[in-house]
């Protein structure tokens, strides 16, 4: 069983900075991609930012500049910097890992999500 742990999030005015985090544990060979998705009321979940095991990134245009993604491979932790935040960031934000079970089979599970609220 693998568990994606999130933490960070709430409320916060706009400009201000915001960090997540996201543990993954559990039966895994190696992890491949993480990243974080976003879901607002009413729209479709969406990429924010991935980073490959190798730190190749990956953000949405909206957050770039912005946003900073970084993880720790021995930790199996990514983290999600989250800096000038304005109203439209405001979303249900989702951890989300790539992973092997094994030397050859894949997976790929999601964290419990965690709200991001910004006011304006």
């Known amino acids: 069983q693998v568990q994606l742990v999130e933490s960070g999030g709430g409320l916060v005015q706009a400009g201000g900075s915001v960090r997540l985090s996201c543990a993954v544990s559990g039966n895994i060979f190696s992890i491949n991609s993480m990243g974080w998705y976003r879901q607002a009321p009413g729209k479709q979940r969406e990429l924010v930012a991935a980073m490959t095991a190798g730190g190749t990134t990956n953000y949405a245009d909206s957050v770039k500049g912005r946003f900073t993604i970084s993880r720790n491979n021995a930790r199996n932790t990514v983290w999600l910097q989250m800096n000038s935040l304005k109203p439209e960031d405001t979303a249900v934000y989702y951890c989300?890992?790539?992973?092997?079970?094994?030397?050859?089979?894949?997976?790929?599970?999601w964290g419990q999500g965690t709200q991001v609220t910004v006011s304006s």
């Open positions: 989300n890992a790539e992973y092997y079970v094994d030397s050859y089979r894949t997976s790929n599970s």
